[in-house]
C-alpha cells in the first residue's frame, strides 16, 4: 500500500505562484504520478501526470503556467504552478499507479486546498 501525502496549498492572489509536492511511501512498483483537482460543484479532473522516465502532460487550461517534477531519490512530485488564476481554486489531489500513463489511479493523497483570490 503506498501512501501519498501532499502539502504547499494554501491562499494567494491572482498571478501569484503556489508549489505543491507530494511524498510517496514508496514508489518502487508506481510508474505514473499525477495531479487532480476538483472544484465545488464540478467534476475531478487531472492537471498533469509524469511517468517513470521523466514524459509529462498538462491539462490544456495550464499549459505553460504549471510544471510537474518527479524527485525519484526523495520519491517527491511537486507541482509548480505560476500566474495562477481564480478558475485555478480547488481542492488538489496526488495520485499514484504502478501503470504507464493511467487512467485510474490506485493511490491518492487526502488533498490540498488552493485558493485563488481575483
Known amino acids: 500500500q503506498v501512501q501519498l501525502v501532499e502539502s504547499g496549498g494554501g491562499l494567494v492572489q491572482a498571478g501569484g505562484s503556489l508549489r505543491l509536492s507530494c511524498a510517496a511511501s514508496d514508489t518502487f512498483a508506481i510508474n505514473t504520478m499525477g495531479w487532480f483537482r476538483q472544484a465545488p460543484g464540478r467534476q475531478r479532473e487531472l492537471v498533469a501526470a509524469?511517468?517513470?522516465?521523466?514524459?509529462?502532460k498538462y491539462l490544456d487550461s495550464v499549459k505553460g503556467r504549471f510544471t510537474i517534477s518527479r524527485e525519484d531519490a526523495k520519491n517527491t512530485i511537486n507541482l509548480q504552478m505560476n500566474s495562477l488564476k481564480p478558475e485555478d481554486t480547488a481542492v488538489y489531489y496526488c495520485?499514484?499507479?504502478?501503470?504507464?500513463?493511467?487512467?485510474?489511479?490506485?493511490?491518492w493523497g487526502q488533498g490540498t486546498q488552493v485558493t485563488v483570490s481575483s
Open positions: 509524469i511517468i517513470s522516465g521523466g514524459a509529462t
Open positions: 495520485a499514484a499507479d504502478p501503470r504507464p500513463w493511467a487512467r485510474s489511479y490506485d493511490y
